[in-house]
C-alpha cells in the first residue's frame, strides 16, 4: 500500500510485483487507513503489516503463526525485535516485555513489527484507528487486549526494525507523545507520571542532540 510515492517505491515494486498478492500506488488517507485498507483485501485467518523499515527474520512468521495455532484463546502474539540503526548498522533490542496492563502503561511493549494478529480479534475492534498518525499500534494493542483479551509474548527475535533519522517517531516527537499519552489516558484512565517526566526530554532535548 503506496501512498504515492515520488522516490524509487514503485520501481522496487514492480520488480517483485510477480510475487505480491497485490499493491497500489496513489494518494490515500495515511498510513492506518492504508494498513486497514490492505488487510482487508486478505481472506487469511491471521493478519500483520510491515512498514518500509522492517522485516521479519527468517522462521519469524512462522514461529508467531505457530503459536497462535496453539493458543485459541488470545488476539495476537508477539515477539522480540531488534532495532538497527541505518547510520552506523548497530543493533540492539526493542524494549519488549511479557504482557501487563500496568507496563502497557508506562510504554509500549509490544514492537509492531514482531506482531501477529488473529483476524477475527482484529475484524472485532475494527483494525487500526484512522483519525491517529502515530500510536495506532499502540491504541490497538490497547483496543485487542480491552475487548478480546490478553496478548501473549513469545520470547524470540523474529522481526528487525530499521531506524533512520527520517522515520515519523524521530521527526515528530512531539504529536508521538501527544497521541501515544492520549491513547493511555483513554485505556488506563490516568497518565502515569513517567509520560509527565520523560515527554520534555524527548520532545525538546533529544531534537537538539539528535
Same mark, same amino acid.
Given at each position: 500500500?503506496?501512498?504515492?510515492?515520488?522516490?524509487?517505491?514503485?520501481?522496487?515494486?514492480?520488480?517483485?510485483?510477480?510475487?505480491?498478492?497485490?499493491?497500489?500506488?496513489?494518494?490515500?488517507?495515511?498510513?492506518?487507513?492504508? @494498513?486497514?485498507?490492505? @488487510?482487508?483485501?486478505?481472506?487469511?485467518?491471521?493478519?500483520?503489516?510491515?512498514?518500509?523499515?522492517?522485516?521479519?527474520?527468517? /522462521?519469524?512468521?512462522?514461529?508467531?503463526?505457530?503459536?497462535?495455532?496453539?493458543?485459541?484463546?488470545?488476539?495476537?502474539?508477539?515477539?522480540?525485535?531488534?532495532?538497527?540503526?541505518?547510520?552506523?548498522?548497530?543493533?540492539?533490542?526493542?524494549?519488549?516485555?511479557?504482557?501487563?496492563?500496568?507496563?502497557?502503561?508506562?510504554?509500549?511493549?509490544?514492537?509492531?513489527?514482531?506482531?501477529?494478529?488473529?483476524?477475527?480479534?482484529?475484524?472485532?475492534?475494527?483494525?487500526?484507528?484512522?483519525?491517529?498518525?502515530?500510536?495506532?499500534?499502540?491504541?490497538?494493542?490497547?483496543?485487542? +487486549?480491552?475487548?478480546?483479551?490478553?496478548?501473549?509474548?513469545?520470547?524470540?527475535?523474529?522481526?528487525?526494525?530499521?531506524?533512520?533519522?527520517?522515520?515519523?517517531?524521530?521527526?515528530?516527537?512531539?504529536?508521538?507523545?501527544?497521541?501515544?499519552?492520549?491513547?493511555?489516558?483513554?485505556?488506563? /484512565?490516568?497518565?502515569?507520571?513517567?509520560?509527565?517526566?520523560?515527554?520534555? +526530554?524527548?520532545?525538546?532535548?533529544?531534537?537538539?542532540?539528535?
Amino acid at each position: 500500500m503506496d501512498g504515492g510515492s515520488t522516490d524509487n517505491s514503485v520501481e522496487v515494486i514492480n520488480k517483485w510485483a510477480p510475487q505480491l498478492a497485490g499493491w497500489r500506488s496513489r494518494a490515500d488517507e495515511g498510513q492506518a487507513a492504508a @494498513i486497514n485498507e490492505g @488487510i482487508a483485501k486478505g481472506s487469511a485467518p491471521f493478519v500483520c503489516w510491515l512498514n518500509s523499515d522492517d522485516w521479519f527474520l527468517p /522462521g519469524g512468521l512462522s514461529t508467531l503463526f505457530g503459536v497462535l495455532q496453539e493458543h485459541h484463546e488470545v488476539p495476537a502474539a508477539y515477539g522480540r525485535s531488534w532495532n538497527v540503526l541505518q547510520k552506523t548498522g548497530k543493533q540492539t533490542p526493542v524494549w519488549v516485555e511479557p504482557f501487563d496492563e500496568k507496563r502497557l502503561a508506562l510504554r509500549c511493549i509490544v514492537s509492531q513489527p514482531a506482531t501477529l494478529i488473529r483476524r477475527a480479534a482484529w475484524d472485532a475492534v475494527g483494525g487500526v484507528d484512522e483519525q491517529l498518525h502515530m500510536a495506532m499500534d499502540y491504541d490497538l494493542w490497547w483496543r485487542l +487486549y480491552k475487548q478480546v483479551g490478553a496478548l501473549l509474548f513469545v520470547d524470540k527475535f523474529v522481526a528487525v526494525n530499521r531506524d533512520h533519522e527520517a522515520t515519523k517517531t524521530k521527526t515528530l516527537r512531539r504529536r508521538h507523545y501527544q497521541e501515544a499519552m492520549g491513547v493511555i489516558r483513554k485505556y488506563h /484512565g490516568r497518565v502515569p507520571l513517567k509520560w509527565w517526566l520523560a515527554q520534555p +526530554y524527548a520532545v525538546w532535548f533529544k531534537s537538539i542532540t539528535g
